[in-house]
């Protein structure tokens, strides 16, 4: 798994209720309770912040926000640093 | 008069034109009344006037249908977040002693994991329904099926709608709004922003807030089409510019952290948006500076500041000029047509510009109060002789000051009520949550200026001595009891609190050290 995909995931349960559940890769991030507009604000800010870098806004869609992989994808699009 | 009656006037003139449009579904004026008068035809069978009916759905035609039916079966119906925790959900369903509860796939997944349903119920309406004992469950199309078209005039002191806010107790409590309430405010935005045919208005607020009042029965009483944003695009910036091009959206009243968030965080560049002619905003304070660049990049739009408490609806208005992105604020603005604003020190009415007093609203947009809180109605309240006129209403908690033109400006709040991203919180409701768990000896919840968010949440707990409790275990805590917008942002753990001389938690101090 790559640093990128750590983060995300990493991210995620920080900003999920333990109610959303276990999360890998390719769990549907909309079919989790808790995942709303506030959290995909929080899981973008965070991951900003700790990456040091900015998505490209227009990425900022509904189905870059489908799976933690498809958020990782955007975030390597928008220029962050993909590390084994 | 009643709220839904204007649509019913519009489907009688302009049959063919379109009522809605959403995710690729448009319903005309004449199907949506036909929709309307069959439901309410059912539900005017099965419960009496005045009844309330809880609507826990996610923004949708059907949503918006399914509160004209009651509205025309002379039925209060009670918008319901979605999201909430069930928990909240419940309560409010409780509260309100709903007879009834309409649900979408959604939210019946959420109420099927129940294992009993709120005793005040008898009627359940959603997509697949399931037999309980005690509750008539079907769908919205036998309801339909079932009814013969009818109307149930009901005075126009009777209740529409009740709407949830945050309480300072630990519970939300139900501002009560009647059809003379909404139709004050209605009557004058319809006139006011001359909305008509030809207009779409998008509904970008969730419908258990008080701005789409405005968007859907002001829109449905001109003529215009009522274009509701789906939750999901509300999430993205870029996806809302695109819905917003692509549906040609010639209104929009939201939050100005939507707004914000639309300016900074999509590719919106200046002229994107032609059919966009008029942006409305409301809720909570919009910077100057984000102002600025939306007003850059809508060159043709007019923009308006609207004011006013969920209690009372909008009561004042203002129209943002060029000129008034250099002030610190934006004024608040003048009266709108049927609201009588005062502002009091103690008992006094002060009416000198410049002089500062809390904005009491008196007019036919006040609320009768809090369902089931008498006190809390009567704390709300003023009584004041004025040049020999007695003024009665809702006292806001806000202070202001009129300046020489007779333009009110928002100075700040008097108590621990704050507005984070567009939604009104009670920090005392967030304290109490605190404190309801078993390891919290003491809570402050402080709110920090943020200017994206207006304010950010930072809570400070002291555990009871010897009792392990960590961060994430309370925030989670927190998650499972309160909407989203209520978590704290930032949670720390302190040994003591810091404590003023009269025994007071000192939030100034702890304002000073951030979580």
């Known amino acids: 798994m790559t640093e990128l995909m750590l983060a995300v995931l990493e991210t995620l349960r920080a900003v999920l209720p333990p109610s959303a559940g276990p999360l890998d890769e390719d769990t549907q991030l909309y079919d989790r309770p808790g995942f709303d507009s506030l959290a995909v604000a929080g899981v973008l800010e965070r991951l900003e912040d700790r990456l040091g870098m900015e998505m490209d806004p227009g990425l900022i869609l509904p189905e870059t926000f489908e799976t933690p992989r498809t958020i990782a994808e955007a975030l390597e699009r928008s220029g962050a640093l993909v590390r084994e | 008069m009643q709220i839904q009656e204007g649509f019913f006037r519009s489907a009688a003139r302009t049959p063919d034109a379109l009522a809605f449009s959403f995710e690729g579904?448009?319903?005309?004026?004449?199907?949506?009344?036909?929709?309307?008068?069959?439901?309410?035809?059912?539900?005017?069978?099965?419960?009496?006037?005045?009844?309330?009916?809880?609507?826990?759905?996610?923004?949708?035609?059907?949503?918006i249908i399914a509160m004209l039916a009651c509205l025309r079966a002379g039925l209060t119906y009670v918008p319901i977040d979605p999201a909430a925790p069930i928990r909240r959900r419940r309560f409010i369903v409780d509260d309100c002693g709903a007879r009834a509860l309409i649900l979408d796939a959604r939210t019946q997944r959420d109420w099927d994991a129940e294992e009993d349903l709120p005793a005040s119920l008898e009627l359940v309406i959603c997509p697949e329904?399931?037999?309980?004992?005690?509750?008539?469950?079907?769908?919205?199309?036998?309801?339909?099926?079932?009814?013969?078209?009818?109307r149930r005039i009901v005075g126009d002191q009777n209740l529409a709608y009740i709407l949830y806010t945050s309480g300072s107790t630990g519970e939300p409590k139900g501002v009560m709004i009647t059809h003379r309430n909404a139709a004050a405010f209605v009557d004058w935005a319809a006139a006011a922003f001359g909305l008509g045919p030809g207009d779409r208005v998008a509904v970008h607020a969730p419908l258990h807030f008080d701005l789409p009042v405005l968007d859907v029965y002001a829109s449905l009483a001109t003529g215009a089409t009522v274009c509701p944003v789906g939750e999901r695009t509300v999430l993205f910036p870029e996806a809302l510019l695109r819905f917003l091009r692509d549906e040609r959206i010639t209104v929009i009243y939201a939050v100005p952290s939507a707004l914000t968030a639309l300016v900074n965080r999509s590719t919106l560049t200046a002229g994107?948006?032609?059919?966009?002619?008029?942006?409305?905003?409301?809720?909570?304070?919009?910077?100057?500076?984000?102002?600025?660049?939306?007003?850059?990049?809508?060159?043709?739009?007019?923009?308006?500041?609207?004011?006013?408490?969920?209690?009372?609806?909008?009561?004042?208005?203002?129209?943002?000029?060029?000129?008034?992105?250099?002030?610190?604020?934006?004024?608040?603005?003048?009266?709108?047509?049927?609201?009588r604003i005062l502002l009091l020190d103690g008992d006094r009415?002060?009416?000198?510009?410049?002089?500062?007093?809390?904005?009491?609203?008196?007019?036919?947009?006040?609320?009768?109060?809090?369902?089931?809180?008498?006190d809390r109605t009567a704390a709300s309240r003023f009584r004041v002789e004025h040049d020999g006129t007695i003024y009665e209403g809702y006292r806001t908690g806000d202070y202001g000051r009129w300046d020489e033109q007779g333009v009110l400006h928002f100075l700040g709040r008097r108590d621990a009520l704050v507005k984070t991203r567009g939604f009104r919180v009670e920090l005392g409701e967030i304290e109490a949550t605190l404190l309801n768990h078993p390891a919290v000896a003491e809570a402050a919840v402080i709110a920090t200026p943020h200017p994206e968010y207006t304010n950010l949440l930072s809570a400070f707990v002291v555990p009871h001595a010897g009792v392990p409790v960590d961060e994430s275990t309370l925030?989670?805590?927190?998650?499972?009891?309160?909407?989203?917008?209520?978590?704290?942002?930032?949670?720390?753990?302190?040994?003591?609190?810091?404590?003023?001389?009269?025994?007071?938690?000192?939030?100034?101090?702890?304002?000073?050290?951030?979580?």
């Open chain 2, 349 to 374: 009415v002060v009416d000198r510009p410049g002089e500062e007093g809390e904005i009491c609203v008196h007019g036919p947009s006040v609320s009768p109060g809090y369902l089931n809180r008498p």
């Open chain 2, 129 to 150: 329904p399931r037999q309980r004992p005690g509750i008539t469950a079907l769908t919205a199309d036998a309801l339909a099926a079932a009814g013969r078209p009818v």
């Open chain 2, 25 to 63: 579904r448009q319903v005309t004026y004449a199907q949506a009344a036909e929709r309307v008068e069959r439901l309410a035809g059912s539900l005017a069978d099965q419960l009496p006037s005045g009844a309330r009916v809880a609507i826990n759905a996610s923004k949708s035609i059907d949503a």
């Open chain 2, 272 to 339: 994107g948006l032609p059919d966009l002619r008029l942006v409305l905003y409301a809720g909570e304070e919009f910077h100057p500076q984000p102002l600025a660049r939306l007003m850059e990049r809508l060159p043709d739009a007019a923009v308006y500041n609207l004011y006013g408490p969920i209690e009372t609806n909008v009561v004042t208005c203002y129209p943002v000029e060029a000129a008034d992105l250099q002030r610190p604020r934006i004024p608040v603005g003048r009266p709108v047509a049927s609201a």
């Open chain 2, 475 to 515: 925030l989670d805590w927190c998650r499972e009891t309160l909407p989203a917008y209520m978590v704290p942002a930032e949670l720390s753990i302190r040994e003591e609190m810091p404590h003023t001389s009269t025994g007071k938690i000192a939030r100034r101090e702890l304002a000073a050290q951030p979580a």
